[in-house]
C-alpha cells in the first residue's frame, strides 16, 4: 500500500528482535513475542513495523549475516501469515507495512523475498553498498539513514562544522549513490540519522533544520524514540522513562515537515502525531 505523503503522519513501530537494544533488549526476540508486539503496535494506530535483528547502538557487537538472518526471518514469517490471514487488526482499516531494519544486502533480499515490504538501513548504503542493487531491484521503499561510521566508531565521528548543512550534503552525497545503483527517486525516504554519530546539541540543531531538509523533496522520516540526547537534557538515564521527552520531540519534527515517525511506543506517538497534524499540517478537503 503507498502512503499518501503530506495527508498525514505515519507511525512507525520498533520491533527489536535482539537481546541487547538500548531500549528493550530481549523483550521481543522471540517470534511469538514479537507477534504479540506487532499486534499490539497496530491495534494502537501504528502504520507500519519496523523490524531489527541487529542492534545499531553504539558499541554494539556486529553479529554477522547468518545470525542477523537467523533472528529476523521466523519472526517476520509468523507476522506476515497474520498479516495474510487480517490478524493484524488496524482501527483505521490500514494495513501495515512491515520493514526491515537492515544494512545487509543479504539480510534485505531475503526478507523482502518472504514478503516484506521497505528496507531501513541505517547504514544509507554506505556499511553494505550491495545492498543499493538489492532495493534496486526490489522497487520497493529505501529508508536512507545519514551516519558516519558504524556502531563501534560513530560516537568518534560526531565532529560538524555546521552539522544540518554537513548532514544535508551527506545526505546528497548518498543519494547520488543510490540513484547510480538504479534506485528511483520515488523509492527514497531520507531520516537524519538523529543519534547516529551525533551530539545532543547536533540533535537538537537537526530538529530546528527539517524543513530545509524537507525542502529537497524527499519524505521524511525521523527517529527520536527514547534516544540518549533525550535523556540528557531531561535528566532521565532510563530509556523506558523517555515517552513525554520523545512525544515532544516527535510534535516538533512534525511542525518541521516529518512524514514518519519511528518510535517504540505506539498509542502515546499516534495520539501525539494525530494533535500534531492538526496543529501544523495543512488540512486536505
Avoid at 562544522?161 to 525516504?189: F, H, K, M, N, P
Avoid at 530546528?208 to 525542502?215: C, E, G
Avoid at 525521523?222 to 540518549?228: C, H, I, Q
Wanted: glycine content about 10%.
Amino acid at each position: 500500500m503507498a502512503l499518501a505523503w503530506g495527508s498525514q503522519t505515519y507511525v512507525m513501530g520498533v520491533i527489536n528482535l535482539t537481546p541487547d537494544s538500548f531500549s528493550d533488549g530481549g523483550r521481543f526476540n522471540a517470534p511469538e513475542r514479537a507477534l504479540a508486539q506487532a499486534r499490539r503496535l497496530v491495534a494502537q494506530g501504528v502504520h507500519l513495523l519496523d523490524l531489527g535483528a541487529q542492534s545499531t547502538r553504539p558499541g554494539a557487537a556486529d553479529i554477522g549475516t547468518s545470525e542477523e538472518r537467523a533472528r529476523l526471518l521466523p519472526a517476520l514469517q509468523l507476522i506476515l501469515e497474520a498479516r495474510a490471514a487480517g490478524d493484524l487488526p488496524h482501527p483505521e482499516g490500514f494495513t501495515p507495512l512491515l520493514s526491515i531494519d537492515t544494512f545487509r544486502a543479504p539480510v534485505a533480499a531475503a526478507a523482502l523475498e518472504a514478503g516484506a515490504d521497505w528496507i531501513n538501513d541505517v547504514g544509507g548504503g554506505q556499511l553494505d553498498p550491495a545492498i543499493l542493487k538489492v532495493v534496486a531491484a526490489a522497487g520497493c521503499p529505501y529508508v536512507l539513514m545519514h551516519s558516519r561510521g558504524d556502531s563501534r566508531t560513530m560516537d568518534q565521528l560526531a565532529q560538524y562544522d555546521a552539522v544540518a548543512a554537513e548532514v544535508l550534503e551527506e545526505l546528497r552525497r548518498s543519494t547520488e549513490r543510490a540513484l547510480a545503483a538504479g534506485i528511483q527517486r520515488e523509492q527514497l525516504i531520507w531520516d537524519p540519522g538523529l543519534g547516529f554519530a551525533k551530539t545532543t546539541r547536533h540533535n537538537l540543531e537537526l530538529l530546528d533544520a527539517l524543513p530545509q531538509l524537507r525542502s529537497e523533496g524527499f519524505p521524511l522520516l525521523v527517529g527520536p524514540s527514547r534516544k540518549r540526547f533525550i535523556g540528557e537534557v531531561l535528566g532521565e538515564p532510563r530509556p523506558r522513562a523517555r515517552l513525554w521527552g520523545t512525544a515532544a520531540v516527535a510534535a516538533k519534527a512534525i511542525a518541521g515537515g516529518a512524514d514518519i515517525l519511528r518510535v517504540h511506543d505506539g498509542g502515546p506517538i499516534v495520539q501525539t502525531a494525530r494533535m500534531a497534524d492538526a496543529l501544523w499540517r495543512l488540512r486536505q478537503g
